[in-house]
């Protein structure tokens, strides 16, 4: 289908459309302590982008929003948030958007079961897609759905390794960021009928747009301000990852950098203060504002080969700038 301009919906549509999905969502009542922390973590909040920019994307080709692409969008959102669970157990996280994390005011293995249990949901949502499409949205999201966990491994695996190049590091981020809301972008075209190439290019963008906001994270990992952040400052640091400024500044040859990661007899406050020091000191910070940015006008770029009009061009184009705004 190509894009008809009387089709999109309206902005202040989708975000009344979103509070509603995310204010009413259900799940089971029994056991409570399997079910409760799905709850409390949808109930916590956040920026909902992933769903946001499917029924973005969607509303390019439609002009009204029904359950055929509610549920799959709050599907989305669903399995992001499952992702979130085990990464605060894995990352040892004690706070998610300024809350307790699941496995800190439950337990690990209450973690870990509601999270599985959370994922299973989210199948359900995403296979409420229309049949005409079903096939290949299940594929799509399936095939997200593995590449977030090779993401997640090598990021797991770079926090034992000395050097990371830049190339592992945006092959890392790619799948752990990048293809869920490239995946997001597109389920909206496809279940909106966009034809196949705007349906690559929306894919694109949304990849595009991954990388900039997880370098964007990065970012304010390590700059922020805890209470817009969500959660404590300099965690990046302390659990020795890797990050872009980490990358970068290895790759500018940052004296002292390595010494400072591998410190352990520190407090982490002397710790973070200390790898700040050196990445101030190679000119990080401006470097990572550029790249944040060269990524999101990238994204933009490839949004305009989606045979799209002006107006549907600019909501995506406000969509990457709302989402980036707070670190460039």
Excluded at 116 to 144: G, N
Excluded at 256 to 282: C, M, Q, T, W
Aim: charged share 25%; net charge negative; with cysteine.
């Amino acid at each position: 289908m190509l894009h008809n301009p009387n089709t999109m919906i309206a902005d202040s549509i989708i975000d009344s459309t979103i509070r509603d999905i995310f204010g009413n969502i259900a799940f089971q009542a029994q056991p409570e302590g399997l079910y409760d922390p799905l709850r409390y973590m949808i109930s916590i909040g956040g920026k909902r982008i992933r769903p946001r920019l499917c029924l973005t994307t969607y509303g390019i080709y439609k002009n009204s929003l029904g359950p055929e692409i509610l549920e799959p969008a709050a599907g989305l959102e669903v399995f992001h948030t499952f992702t979130l669970i085990h990464d605060d157990i894995m990352d040892h996280s004690p706070l998610r958007r300024g809350h307790d994390t699941v496995w800190k005011k439950w337990s690990e293995d209450t973690a870990i079961l509601s999270g599985d249990v959370m994922c299973i949901d989210a199948y359900k949502r995403i296979a409420q897609a229309p049949a005409s499409v079903l096939p290949e949205v299940l594929h799509l999201f399936s095939k997200t759905a593995s590449e977030v966990c090779d993401g997640q491994q090598m990021d797991m695996e770079f926090e034992d390794r000395d050097m990371v190049s830049m190339d592992e590091y945006m092959q890392m981020i790619g799948l752990k960021t990048g293809v869920l809301l490239a995946c997001s972008s597109a389920l909206g075209a496809i279940i909106g009928g966009a034809d196949p190439q705007a349906r690559k290019c929306l894919y694109d963008y949304g990849y595009l747009l991954g990388l900039a906001f997880q370098v964007a994270d990065d970012y304010l990992d390590a700059y922020g301000d805890e209470k817009v952040f969500g959660k404590p400052i300099g965690g990046d640091i302390v659990n020795g990852k890797k990050s872009w400024l980490t990358v970068r500044a290895y790759e500018k040859g940052a004296e002292g950098l390595l010494e400072a990661f591998s410190a352990h007899d520190i407090a982490p406050e002397e710790k973070i203060a200390a790898v700040k020091r050196i990445y101030d000191s190679v000119g990080i910070v401006d470097e990572a504002r550029a790249e944040i940015h060269r990524l999101s006008e990238k994204a933009i770029a490839k949004a305009a080969e989606a045979g799209i009009d002006a107006a549907a061009l600019s909501q995506l184009a406000d969509f990457a700038h709302s989402l980036l705004g707070r670190s460039y």
